[in-house]
Nanobody, 115 residues
Framework: QVQMVESGGGLVQPGGTLRLSCSVS????????MNWYRQAPGKEREWVAD???????NYADSVKGRFTVSRDNPRNTVYLQMTSLKPEDTAVYYC?????????WGQGTQVTVSS
């Protein structure tokens, strides 16, 4: 059974740093693309960043220069390093793994930026 587990959320002060992790197990399929999304209260889910199978990355303008996505292939884990966090970054963060024949969402992890 394919499983995805997210971790790393929490409460941080403005300007602080957090690292989210997303690990996938139970499949031998090659991960094509890993996306990070977020959903703030009362807002639609928005795309934040992605990383391809060869390590190319893309970022939403709102996080460019502050967030970094990376992957550890032997551990089947993708990370989202978030720095210079702002209150407007408060949201539930989700990862979405895309494979050739299926995709998979994580359960989400809460990030709260507040003093």
């Amino acid at each position: 059974q394919v499983q995805m587990v997210e971790s790393g959320g929490g409460l941080v002060q403005p300007g602080g740093t957090l690292r989210l992790s997303c690990s996938v197990s139970g499949t031998s399929s090659s991960l094509k693309l890993m996306n990070w999304y977020r959903q703030a209260p009362g807002k639609e889910r928005e795309w934040v960043a992605d990383i391809t199978s060869v390590g190319s990355t893309n970022y939403a303008d709102s996080v460019k220069g502050r967030f970094t996505v990376s992957r550890d292939n032997p551990r089947n884990t993708v990370y989202l390093q978030m720095t210079s966090l702002k209150p407007e970054d408060t949201a539930v963060y989700y990862c979405k793994a895309e494979y050739a024949t299926f995709s998979l969402w994580g359960q989400g992890t809460q990030v709260t930026v507040s003093s």
